[in-house]
T-cell receptor, first 114, second 115 residues
Framework: NAGVTQTPKFQVLKTGQSMTLQCAQD?????MSWYRQDPGMGLRLIHY???????DQGEVPNGYNVSRSTTEDFPLRLLSAAPSQTSVYFC?????????????FGPGTRLTVL | GENVEQHPSTLSVQEGDSAVIKCTYS??????FPWYKQELGKRPQLIID?????GEKKDQRIAVTLNKTAKHFSLHITETQPEDSAVYFC??????????????FGTGTLLAVQP
């Protein structure tokens, strides 16, 4: 299993540009989430999904869109990038099994918005 | 919504000493409390977790304690080693046994173990 994969690893955007961060998992996990990590602020939840076709907002959803058309994929879209969205983005997944709560994180995408 | 506070933000200990990191949460309905370790440039990885029906859990040199009444939980690392140096995050969720997937993290503690 590849686990949770993210592309790209690094990205530089100009203010106003749009892009999609890709996330995929091959563990058949129902739950997937996007976090952003900023110095001194920990990991903040952007959006999450409890299954294909179901998404909900996290702590900091503004400026981001998500969709979940398949179990495997959970892309994060930046509609009009702003310097405040410069961050490291982590995708995570976990099974919906009652006894297993561990979240598995992807390697991260480092995004810089100029 | 849930809010998780974590202290201290930085912690420096001598190799072999113990380290304690503390977190408080605001939502009394939270029932699952994991701890993640993140080494420099790497992804966070789960090191230990505890459910609200348990007061303490231990795994070798790592232990977690939970006080539901005070809404506190702590990570204890004994006999620290240089490879324990990393950022540690606590988190809280109402997700154990249910459909809620919202895991709220603390702001992290940078632990430095001096040889």
């Amino acid at each position: 299993n590849a686990g949770v994969t993210q592309t790209p690893k690094f990205q530089v955007l100009k203010t106003g540009q749009s892009m999609t961060l890709q996330c995929a998992q091959d563990m058949n996990h129902e739950y997937m989430s996007w976090y952003r990590q900023d110095p001194g602020m920990g990991l903040r939840l952007i959006h999450y999904s409890v299954g294909a076709g179901i998404t909900d907002q996290g702590e900091v959803p503004n400026g981001y869109n998500v969709s979940r058309s398949t179990t495997e994929d959970f892309p994060l879209r930046l509609l009009s990038a702003a310097p405040s969205q410069t961050s490291v983005y982590f995708c995570a997944s976990r099974t919906g099994t009652r006894r297993a709560n561990e979240q598995f994180f992807g390697p991260g995408t480092r995004l810089t918005v100029l | 919504g849930e809010n998780v506070e974590q202290h201290p933000s930085t912690l420096s200990v001598q190799e072999g000493d113990s380290a304690v990191i503390k977190c408080t949460y605001s939502d009394s309905a939270s029932n699952y409390f994991p701890w993640y370790k993140q080494e420099l440039g790497k992804r966070p990885q789960l090191i230990i977790d505890i459910r609200s029906n348990v007061g303490e859990k231990k795994d070798q040199r790592i232990a977690v304690t939970l006080n539901k009444t005070a809404k506190h939980f702590s990570l204890h690392i004994t006999e620290t080693q240089p490879e324990d140096s990393a950022v540690y995050f606590c988190a809280a969720s109402k997700g154990w046994g249910g459909a809620t997937n919202k895991l709220i993290f603390g702001t992290g503690t940078l632990l430095a173990v001096q040889p």
